[in-house]
């Protein structure tokens, strides 16, 4: 399996030692626009930096040429996202897996749309976020997944289609039932095993797993 780590811009919300990790077990690094600004802190140079780069250090831009690094430069007048930019180009270049580091940021919308973006490429890789506190991904079909006692989880409805969802190893656990976006009950549920299941028919969710210290 080829796994791609890239690294987004915003606000950190990670420690220098999680991203090195992270990074360490990806085969493949790419920095997204400001994100290049993250890596020449840690001095973790990427394979890869993309974006319109209208956001990155000056430093850190000269960083990346002057150690040859790929840049795919795009225009700001443009209909997706450097993100999207980024995730496309993985998948081109046939990752399986992708982590998004860095991903939380400060901007709400921001953060929305790259939700967007994870149901847009779950069919086609494994995207997730990643970060300290948090994995986040989208799931369909039956799924088992790793926790641990008392974590909190929220399981919330996305995409085109409402999902009938079944979840095992929670505190409060449904069979089959219908989840509406105008209603998400699936906020804040706590799991009581150390593995969960997450089973949806007819659409997808996304998970939020917030992880104990």
């Known amino acids: 399996m080829k796994k791609a780590a890239l690294i987004l811009g915003g606000s950190r919300d990670s420690s220098d030692e999680f991203y090195i990790s992270k990074i360490d077990e990806a085969d493949y ?3 997204v626009d400001s994100g290049a600004n993250l890596l020449f802190e840690i001095r973790m140079l990427p394979d890869l930096l993309i974006g319109d780069l209208d956001s990155i250090d000056k430093k850190a831009l000269t960083w990346c040429r002057e150690n040859y690094v790929e840049i795919m430069s795009f225009g700001t007048s443009k209909d997706e996202t450097d993100t999207e930019l980024a995730l496309n180009e993985m998948y081109k270049r046939g990752f399986n897996e992708v982590q998004l580091l860095n991903a939380l940021g400060d901007r709400p919308d921001h953060f929305l749309t790259t939700i967007y973006l994870l149901y847009s490429y779950s069919e086609k890789m ?9 994995i986040s991904s989208v799931l369909s079909g039956n799924n088992l997944l790793d926790a641990k006692k008392g974590e909190l989880w929220s399981i919330l409805p996305v995409g085109e289609n409402i999902p009938l969802v079944t979840l095992k190893g929670f505190e ?9 976006f105008n209603k998400p009950f699936g906020t804040s549920n706590v799991s009581i095993s150390n593995k969960v299941e997450v089973n949806i028919e007819k659409g997808a969710v996304i998970y939020f797993r917030w992880l104990n210290k």
């Open 126 to 134: 494994n995207v997730l976020f990643n970060s300290e506190n948090l």
């Open 172 to 180: 409060h656990e449904i069979n089959q039932k219908k989840m509406p």
């Open 29 to 31: 690094l790419v920095a």
